[in-house]
Structures are given as C-alpha cells and as structure tokens.
C-alpha cells in the first residue's frame, strides 16, 4: 500500500558529493518523520538523519557538517545531499517513513522502507 523508491546513488570519489532521493507514494493520509539509514558489509544498520514533518532535523555524528536532509512535502520526498564523501561512507543507504494510510474509514500508522540505493565512496 506505500512504495519508497530511492535514486541517486552510485560511485563518488572521496572529496565528492551525491544527492539521494526517496519518493514515497500510496493510500498516504500523512507523513510523519522520514528518513536515512546506511548499512555497510558485516555492520548493522545505522541511522543517518531523520527530519519530521515539522521540519526537525536529527543527524548522526558521523555525518553532521557534512550531509543535508531535507523534505518536500508537496511531492512526498525526501533528500539527502552528501558533500565531503570518505570512503567509509560507503553503504547501502535506505530511505524510511513513518506514514499514516488509509485503509477504509479509518488510518492506521506505520514504517515502511526502501529497497536500498548503493553508495561507494573511493578512496
């Protein structure tokens, strides 16, 4: 009933920038918070930033100074612009929402996630 899809990943040479985006679509009533996480080989998955529908904004030390989220809520994505790439940003990042349906007369609450968009940063 709700499909993330991402773009924008790829390979970046340490130094560089990439912009990742996440469309969410659906029997969507709300969007609550939206978010980032990344997922390297042999880790568990992190959170990278999150921004709520007010506009808050939460970022993981690792990256704060260096990456971005923002939202537009008109078309229901979410960004990431990531400047200053070092190698161990390399990932699997996956795009996250907190999104209340509609299902008959009622809404109910849930997290929904991405496939996941491969980030690799060379050093």
């Known amino acids: 009933q709700v499909q993330l899809v991402e773009s924008g990943g790829g390979l970046v040479q340490a130094g560089g920038s990439l912009r990742l985006s996440c469309v969410v679509s659906?029997?969507?009533?709300?969007?609550?918070?939206m978010g980032w996480y990344r997922q390297a080989p042999g880790k568990q998955r992190e959170l990278v930033a999150v921004?709520?529908?007010?506009?808050?904004?939460n970022y993981a030390e690792f990256v704060k100074g260096r990456f971005t989220i923002s939202r537009d809520n008109a078309k229901n994505t979410v960004y990431l612009q990531m400047n200053s790439l070092k190698p161990e940003d390399t990932a699997v990042y996956y795009c996250?929402?907190?999104?209340?349906?509609?299902?008959?007369?009622?809404?109910?609450?849930?997290?929904?996630w991405g496939q996941g968009t491969q980030v690799t940063v060379s050093s």
């Open positions: 921004i709520r529908s007010g506009g808050n904004t």
């Open positions: 996250y929402a907190d999104v209340r349906i509609v299902v008959g007369t009622t809404t109910i609450d849930g997290d929904y």
């Open positions: 659906g029997r969507i009533f709300s969007i609550n918070a």
